[in-house]
């Protein structure tokens, strides 16, 4: 079991630096700028595909990491970090499932009619889908909300990189509920919990033998 928690520590550590990467080159290399008009010229441009897969392999490397810390606190707050588990995996399955959507099948509807990518079009005022996209941030937020509470009585594990990460994930899955701040709130929440999480993982590396 210990030689799955470092190899969790090192899928952790993984998972933060793609996590933080793609969320750096997204702004750098897509036209972020246009974004206040259209989502059109973001998915539009070339590097729109490469760039949200990196955002999809992510979240496989964190559900690996995710099961390692689990293991960790599970003689201590048992019932309360399971919940947690259960609800930061649903989370980051549909984190994955909504990039893997947006990397894919928006390219294809930009291809065929770009309408349906504008903010008052079909699919931003479709409801249900909003509602998806809540739950998702919702679920990946209380999860590592509720895990990480009960990992930071665990020994071993870094007291401020596990807080580091149970304020980022919040700020990050619940972003689009800030409205205008959300860019802003976003990028504080994606680097204080890709350094949290990689913080995290460096020392579940480190359990000793």
Not at 40 to 55: F, K, R, Y
Not at 180 to 197: D, E, H, N, R
Request: glycine share 12%; hydrophobic share 55%.
């Amino acid at each position: 079991m210990r030689s799955f928690i470092r190899l969790a520590g090192i899928f952790n550590i993984v998972f933060g630096s793609i996590f933080l990467f793609y969320w750096i080159i997204y702004r750098i290399t897509l036209p972020i700028s246009e974004l206040k008009t259209s989502i059109v010229p973001l998915v539009s441009d070339s590097d729109w595909t490469w760039v949200n897969a990196l955002g999809v392999c992510s979240t496989l490397f964190g559900v690996v990491g995710l099961t390692g810390l689990h293991y960790m606190q599970i003689d201590i707050k048992r019932q309360f970090g399971t919940l947690g588990f259960i609800l930061a995996v649903f989370g980051l399955i549909l984190l994955g499932g909504q990039l893997l959507w947006e990397t894919f099948v928006w390219k294809i509807l930009v291809d065929s009619d770009s309408n349906l990518l504008l903010f008052d079009g079909p699919l931003y005022t479709n409801k249900p889908l909003f509602g998806v996209m809540i739950t998702g941030g919702l679920f990946f937020s209380l999860g590592y909300l509720f895990l990480g509470i009960a990992c930071r009585l665990v020994d071993g594990l870094p007291t401020f990189g596990v807080q580091m990460f149970i304020v980022g994930a919040p700020l990050f899955g619940l972003g689009p509920l800030f409205g205008p701040l959300q860019q802003i709130i976003g990028i504080i929440g994606i680097a204080l919990f890709a350094v949290g999480i990689i913080w995290t993982g460096y020392r579940m590396v480190k359990y000793p033998k």
